[in-house]
């Protein structure tokens, strides 16, 4: 495990602590034990608070600190999966040594920034013949699996447009990212999720057109530099027909800490025939104890996402899609591993690559958005806002236009 900050508290954490206590099985590749054995960070002290304070265990666990802590923990033989949980801007390094000593990966989102980065994980996936995969568990929130279960049955028919926000309260800008937040936004962090959904659920014979970006600056750090408070994304897709669907995305880090929705997300999206309207605060409970909320207890709490439960048979769990893609992706390397003989691992290792959910292969679009967005961004810093990215464009893959500049950038040559 290389970074143990807020989101493996929240849902790697809990999957090791039970995988290491039950195991996982299923009757395509059997019984099948977990064990968490090396940490990487970079200053020690998350992880060393993670073992004075985990469940009491046998199961030995090093913890390896600094610029070679990775190298250290790939020394050891009896690593499989390498899990990548640092900061947005440093899934690469990481991702690209653990494929090369041969790892299969799980990279939090979004995988990596730039396509260049993506097509060197692909060809180092291909050439160690690894699992290289992205966390993007919003796809497995009940409610997305439903709209997406409409569209492939054909219940929503052709979508149009659509709006996403996501808001993070200030306590995420302001304390819990201060070590990495310079120069960083809150889209790439969190709108990824909302691209990724729209990339995956609607995926027809359209094609990825433009993108542009604009934002506010001035509450986390200086109103003229490159780190943003708040962002304003359109992606537009085009259909064959000359149709074209646009999504509206906002994001932002620096809403009110006592804000109910302490993580404030809704979708809309509408269609030839429909229009499906999800708004987290409106789907489930609402809560208040005096003393304890808005934390430790949420006004508006995500029980899909993440929930501690006394179940009904006694025991105490924790459950909720943010664990459950964790432990999908463990099953999919122990199918590649254990589901079959040694000559045809080639061919199990080919089918789980092929699930588009979360395979490097497939991250093309998001992270040709993330590229784009971030380069619309970095003009506005240097005083040219309104800025567009064209895609698979004459001139190249990516191609930035911006306003008073004759010639276009090229950001990616290839084709996306
Ligand atoms: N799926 C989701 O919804 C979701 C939610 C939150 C975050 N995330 C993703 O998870 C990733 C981490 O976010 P977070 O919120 O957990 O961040 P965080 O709380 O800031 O923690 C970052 C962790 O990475 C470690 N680290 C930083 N640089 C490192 C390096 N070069 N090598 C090894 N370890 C390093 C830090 O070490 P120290 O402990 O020593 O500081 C810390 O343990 C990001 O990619 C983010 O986008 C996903």
């Given at each position: 495990m290389v970074g143990l900050g807020m989101i493996f508290d929240e849902t790697y954490r809990p999957f090791f602590e039970r995988a290491q206590e039950e195991g996982i099985y299923r009757k395509s590749f059997g019984p099948t034990s977990i064990e968490l054995g090396g940490i990487v960070t970079r200053t020690g002290h998350r992880a060393a608070r993670y073992l004075a304070n985990?469940?009491?265990?046998d199961i030995p666990c090093d913890s390896f600190v600094g610029e070679h802590g990775l190298s250290e923990l790939l020394q050891?033989?009896?690593?499989n999966v390498v899990c990548v949980a640092t900061p947005d801007d440093r899934h690469f390094d990481v991702s690209i040594q653990a494929i090369r000593s041969g790892k299969h990966v799980l990279i939090e989102k979004p995988s990596v920034l730039t396509l260049v980065q993506l097509d060197q994980l692909q060809a180092a996936a291909e050439k160690h013949q690894v699992l290289v995969k992205v966390v993007y568990h919003k796809l497995l929130d009940p409610d997305h699996k439903k709209l997406r279960t409409h569209v492939a049955n054909g219940i929503l028919q052709h979508v149009n447009n659509g709006y996403c926000s996501l808001l993070e309260p200030k306590s995420i800008s302001g304390s819990q990212f201060a070590e990495w937040i310079t120069g960083r936004n809150p889209s790439t962090y969190v709108a990824v999720h909302y691209i990724k959904l729209i990339d995956f659920t609607f995926h027809t014979d359209w094609q990825l057109h433009r993108i542009t970006a604009t934002g506010q600056r001035g509450l986390v750090d200086s109103p003229t530099g490159p780190t943003w408070d708040s962002n304003q994304i359109q992606v537009i897709y085009r259909y064959p027909d000359g149709r074209e669907a646009a999504f509206d995305i906002h994001t932002s880090w620096v809403n009110p800490d006592n804000f109910p929705g302490y993580v404030d997300q809704e979708v809309q999206f509408r269609f030839d025939n429909g229009i499906w309207n999800a708004h987290q605060r409106k789907r489930g409970v609402e809560i208040a104890v005096e003393h304890q909320s808005p934390n430790p207890i949420k006004y508006t709490p995500n029980h899909h996402y993440n929930g501690s439960f006394i179940e009904p048979w006694g025991d105490a769990s924790q459950r909720g899609y943010g664990i459950e893609v964790i432990e999908r992706f463990f099953e999919e390397v122990a199918f590649v591993e254990f589901g079959g003989k040694t000559e045809e691992r080639r061919s199990r290792l080919e089918k789980m690559q092929k699930?588009?959910?979360?395979?490097i292969r497939t991250d093309r679009n998001t992270v040709a958005i993330v590229q784009a967005v971030e380069a619309v961004l970095e003009e506005a810093v240097q005083n040219r806002p309104g800025s567009t990215v064209f895609v698979n464009h004459s001139k190249g893959g990516l191609v930035l236009f911006s306003p008073g500049i004759s010639e276009p950038r090229v950001l990616y040559a290839g084709q996306v």
């Open positions: 985990r469940p009491k265990t050891q033989t009896d690593i699930l588009d959910y979360n395979d």
